[in-house]
């Protein structure tokens, strides 16, 4: 997701923020805190809310690109966190504070850390430093190891529908938003930047698959959609076909036990493109699309 691009004001955050911070003005706050939430709903933002609000910086910059002596930010390379970066993180810790009343990491996409990158931050966990406070964001915490999970106060951001939907309707009037809130799982970040980037109907695009020959130009056009959102919508209208509640006009199933069979290969792809650099995306989308066309025809 592009954090660059979201706005920060995202009202669902605020009681969150503020309970934590209370907290941390009391002298009460843990030295570790897993902020957790599904995915699009803003824990990459309330860690980078919490961050500047710790290190007593303006909110009108954003953390992620602060460069700050006190700061600590971890982002992944591609689809993992490695070990040498967390080594970093260690190293940081231990070290004096500068300018700040603490000092702040911030390791987003958590789950994406590999096994040694893990463990090498377990000893910081262990140990917190004095003054030192670890902001670990994710969607997938389940994805995390128990140790690390076990180890950090759990910060879960609740899903304020109402809210979401309001706040989307004020920066996108007009816009077909239940559309994309079926696409997006509901989640208004991943709405907002579909809609800022002018994504295209992914019901067409599924239809246009399922009628084009040859394959290939359809996949061109999928290639070019956020790999989260794609593969997340499309398993959305794969339960949706299956409950018998299709979104997709001109469309039907053939089988259904085979559209289910491709919803589970679909989630197996769906992983392998979000947790490793090595995987062919366009091989395994022309792969999604020939199983596709097998299972769903036009009518």
Not at 6 to 13: A, M, N, Q, S, Y
Not at 287 to 297: E, G, K, N, Q, T
Request: negative net charge.
């Amino acid at each position: 997701m592009d954090e660059q691009a979201l706005p920060k004001d995202l009202p669902w955050l605020d009681d969150q923020e503020a309970e934590v911070l209370d907290v941390h003005a009391a002298g009460r706050l843990p030295h570790a805190l897993l902020i957790r939430a599904n995915e699009g709903w803003g824990e990459v933002q309330l860690a980078d809310r919490l961050a500047l609000a710790m290190l007593e910086r303006p909110d009108a910059v954003t953390a992620r690109a602060l460069a700050h002596p006190d700061l600590k930010w971890v982002a992944p390379e591609g689809s993992v966190i490695k070990v040498d970066v967390i080594r970093e993180v260690a190293g940081f810790a231990v070290g004096t504070r500068q300018i700040a009343p603490c000092k702040v990491i911030v390791i987003e996409s958590a789950e994406l850390m590999n096994a040694s990158a893990a463990n090498a931050l377990l000893k910081t966990l262990e140990e917190p430093p004095p003054d030192t406070y670890l902001l670990l964001a994710t969607s997938r915490p389940g994805r995390l190891l128990p140790t690390i999970v076990s180890r950090c106060q759990a910060i879960s951001i609740e899903r304020d529908l109402p809210v979401a939907r309001d706040w989307l309707a004020d920066r996108w009037p007009g816009a077909i938003l239940e559309e994309k809130l079926f696409d997006c799982g509901d989640a208004p970040l991943s709405v907002h930047l579909a809609l800022s980037e002018k994504e295209p109907s992914l019901a067409g695009a599924l239809r246009m698959l399922a009628e084009s020959t040859p394959v290939a130009p359809a996949v061109a056009e999928l290639l070019g959609w956020n790999v989260d959102r794609l593969t997340g919508a499309w398993y959305r209208h794969c339960s949706a076909l299956l409950a018998g509640a299709g979104r997709i006009p001109g469309i039907r199933v053939r089988e259904p036990k085979r559209l289910a069979e491709f919803a589970n290969e679909l989630l197996d792809i769906r992983r392998q493109l979000l947790t490793t650099n090595s995987a062919n995306q366009r091989l395994l989308y022309e792969r999604l699309a020939v199983r596709w066309r097998s299972v769903v025809s036009p009518g």
